[in-house]
């Protein structure tokens, strides 16, 4: 069912259209290979994955700084190996992941032809948690910046997604207003949860099908957005 009365469309990027695992993953391998770190990617990235999700909780919810995310998720995945590193190698694999991350930019299957389609009808918004500097140059290296809009990032206005702050603080900044936005994004608790409790709509993308309450609108594969816009 088509959504009523929506003008402007807010995506998450990393994870939604900006395909942050596949990226990730291709940045690792160069910088290992730079720093000659000799260890087995697949189980570096099965353990980093799950850690990077505990430090961006932390750091969603204001108890870490960023410099405290960017070393410490590293660290926390060498010392779960039982690999032996120097921190101060720890701390250079961190810059130089930053430094690199964007020189890979795949976007998820059918992302640019779902904003090709979005973009003739709505008004399209990135609203990311993520680091403004990185997240400037990833939209800019896979060729999508110039169908948004408005870009507001956490560090904006320094607060996170799911706080209700960095919702209004974008919607006021579009120049719209929450009856006719709909926020777009794969994390359940930061963007979902985050504008359904300002009253805005919200659609799920849920590319690895996890178990969510049968209400909400969800997809599976970007291009299903046209079952609701």
Known sequence: MKLKGITD????LDHTLWDFDRNSALTFDKIFKINQIEIDLENFLVHY?????QYWKLYRDEKIDKDVLRFGRLNDTFLALNYT????????LSTDYITYLTDNNYLYDDAIPILEYLYKNYNLHILSN???EVQSKKLIKSNILSYFKTITNGEDI???KPNPQIFHYAIEKAKTSIDKSVMIGD???ADILGALNIGMEVIFFDEFQKPIEP????????????KYL
């Open 9 to 12: 469309v807010f995506f998450d």
């Open 49 to 53: 994955k799950a850690i990077n999700l």
């Open 85 to 92: 590193i120097e921190k101060e190698i720890i701390q250079k």
């Open 130 to 132: 993520g680091f403004e």
């Open 158 to 160: 320094g607060v996170k």
């Open 187 to 189: 994390g359940y608790e």
């Open 215 to 226: 209400h909400i609108k969800k997809i599976n594969h970007l291009i299903e957005l046209k």
